[in-house]
């Protein structure tokens, strides 16, 4: 058998350290090569890193959440045939490392029995951990012991009703009637034992509830804190709103779906898309990253729009690259492809970098106004609200009408509110005229 010492590798360009976002694995297990082992995170994205060899796993070197420098030894095997580090003594000495017991023994000399007889000790230790009990009155004590975990309590509605008027919750009651069957006199008898005055907080209908969990903020949730504490600490965001007739445009949505079998199923974003492609050369102040430190607003004449997802480790902004030179059906796939590799965990830093504007949306969910935080250095992002029909003024008449907001940022720094709100209003009038969109 020989030791194998696995480094953390470059997973990224100019990366000097890298943070351990979670561990698949633990000391002791049995590992295959090319097994998930690890999950780093990087600046953009989170690197799944795979075993290199077929071993059982020694130790682990860092917890999740810690930082450990590119090169530093991460993992330590035990792998047949001969290995790529010396044995060294110490090296078995850390897989007892549960092993502080020992140590203890020797210096009881009675240790032993009482170690024995103490073993069952983990119940005296669950009974002071659980500070609640105090505030249970002993009364309600034997009532619990009456009905096993899961059992209902059986009653009539007549009891029921009772026992909701007086404020108590049958599951404390014993019951004495046939098959434990709770009776009026057991309220009775329940009341008289103080049981009223004991659930005092079951009055209030509810059990009141203790504990307070802990969670560490790492991995990608620490990058999306860290981000958005940057851009609403650097950046003087400027909101606008405004509402869009969408009822053409939705007709028009429709009818393309249902015309074309093989093509990608249309869905807002892609007309959004294509709106901020064909108003953006007219505000290149807004298509744009803003080098804070260096002072130098860099205008971009591609548009790479970043598409904000939601995946379920957190939000991720993947990028649909130059998204000028894609029509209504690819970007539609673009947008799907990218959305699907952010919440698989499979977008590539290329993928998740180099945005120049974004877009947002909460999708059905997407409320009535949102003030979006600007992805940082960009200078603005444009929100999607839901739709909605409502009734609208249109030739003196009210009519239904599909309508929605748009709820866009702006970096103030840099965008002044009459260029943001014409922005606005171009990208409006060309979803209210959607033939527009398809003009040169």
Sequence with gaps: MGLYSFKLPDVGEGTAEAEIAAWHVKVGDLVTEDQHLVDIMTDKAVVEISSPVAGKILVLHGDAGQMRPVGSTLIE??????????????????????????????????????????????????????????????????????????????????????????????QFVPGTGPAGRITHADLDAFVAAGGTTAVGSVQARALTRDGVEEIKVIGLRRKIAEKMQEAKRRIPHFSYVEEVDVTALEELRQHLNGEKKDRPKLTLLPFLLRAMVKALPDFPQINARFDDDAGVVHRHAAVHAGIATQTPSGLVVPVVAHAEALDLWQAAAEIARLATAARDGKATREELSGSTITITSLGPMGGIVSTPVINRPEVAIVGVNKIVERPMVRGGQIVVRKMMNLSSSFDHRVVDGWDAAEFIQRIRGLLEQPATLFMD
């Design 77 to 170: 095997f035990e792998i047949d045939g001969v290995g790529n580090a010396k044995a060294e003594a110490p090296k078995p000495a850390s897989v007892p490392a549960v092993a502080p017991a020992p140590a203890a023994a020797p210096s009881a000399p009675q240790a032993p029995v009482a170690a024995k007889a103490s073993e069952p000790a983990p119940r005296p230790a669950l009974t002071l951990v659980s500070p609640p009990v105090p505030t249970a009155p002993a009364a309600v004590t034997p009532a619990f012991a009456t009905r096993l975990a899961g059992d209902k309590p059986q009653a009539s509605p007549a009891v029921r009703q009772r026992a909701w008027d007086l404020g108590i919750e049958l």
